[in-house]
């Protein structure tokens, strides 16, 4: 069993940063995928970022160029740098990991998530 704790939201101006921080306890972390997905009021839960134990990198469409993600295998921990914020950005952000690589295109059920972090980007 994994439990994922995420920290880091709060309130920023439109085109402000924040730092999103997960911290996984329970299994080795370093054999995981990792990622972020966020749902908006209303909205599908929509894929933002993933990194795999090789580190390569995946982005939501409407996330590139303005968010980054990383990984610190001996802190247990996965990062979302969050840039030049937009309104449409306000959400709650969940981690999640799995045994696999996943993507965007990903629809399986991934292995863990937590229970989410609020970011509200005020215009």
């Known amino acids: 069993q994994v439990q994922l704790a995420e920290s880091g939201g709060g309130l920023v101006q439109t085109g402000g940063s924040l730092r999103l921080s997960c911290v996984a306890s329970?299994?080795?972390?370093?054999?995981?995928?990792m990622g972020w997905f966020r749902q908006a009021p209303g909205k599908e839960r929509e894929f933002v970022a993933s990194?795999?134990?090789?580190?390569?990198?995946y982005f939501g469409d409407s996330v590139k160029g303005r968010f980054t993600i990383s990984r610190d295998n001996p802190k247990n921990s996965v990062y979302l740098q969050m840039n030049d914020l937009e309104p449409e950005d306000t959400a709650i952000y969940y981690c999640?990991?799995?045994?696999?690589?996943?993507?965007?295109?990903?629809?399986?059920?991934?292995?863990?998530w937590g229970q989410g972090t609020q970011v509200t980007v005020l215009s």
């Open positions: 999640a990991a799995d045994g696999r690589e996943f993507t965007k295109a990903t629809r399986r059920s991934l292995d863990y």
């Open positions: 329970g299994r080795p972390f370093a054999s995981f995928a």
């Open positions: 990194i795999s134990w090789t580190e390569v990198k």
